[in-house]
């Protein structure tokens, strides 16, 4: 909010942290490998296994979205093994994929910040398959590097830390009752300093 974010903003970050947290569930709960960028090889985990694109049936519509995005923004040639099992029941598939386009997509946050907070948030998870399946959306969403991913890391480190400690203290939430208003001209916290901003002087 102190940086000009509205509540839908906010609204906006809460629901790709809600829809990748749930594809975290799912991918980890049913044992699928990673398979962005390389299809994995060796002894198969997966606890239902992924439909093949040309037997997809009624999901074959949807597929073909997913293949076409997985191409220009993941780089693979292959619809992701998570789409695949939900294939399974195409009305569902075709419900979530809707979800994973709007909530993703860029509205009043940016589709970098958004590619970040998902990362984020699969990284939170313990999520290896969808660590790696938004990798290469972060790194050309968000222009970042090797460098550029540690520096997020870095960040998820830390609020991991302080939610912690948080927690294990039992400490309440400081401000419950904050509104946009309250950071625009006149607000009571139009002056505060936020995160990482240098102490003050003396």
Known sequence: ????????????????????????????????????????????????????????????????QISVWAKSTLGIDHVPALWRVLARHPRFLAATWSKNCLVLGPAEIDEATKACAALAVAMNAQSAYMTAYLNPWVRRAASLDDDGLVELGAAVMHFVAFNTIAHGMMLEPPFTDLRTADFGAGGRYVDAPGPGSPPPAG
């Open 1 to 64: 909010m102190r940086l000009g974010t509205s509540e839908q903003g906010l609204t906006e970050i809460m629901a790709v942290a809600e829809h990748v947290n749930s594809l975290a569930v799912l991918a980890e709960g049913f044992s699928l490998r990673p398979d962005v960028l390389l299809q994995p090889d060796g002894h198969a985990t997966e606890m239902v296994a992924p439909v093949e694109a040309h037997a997809a049936g009624a999901a074959s519509e949807t597929l073909e």
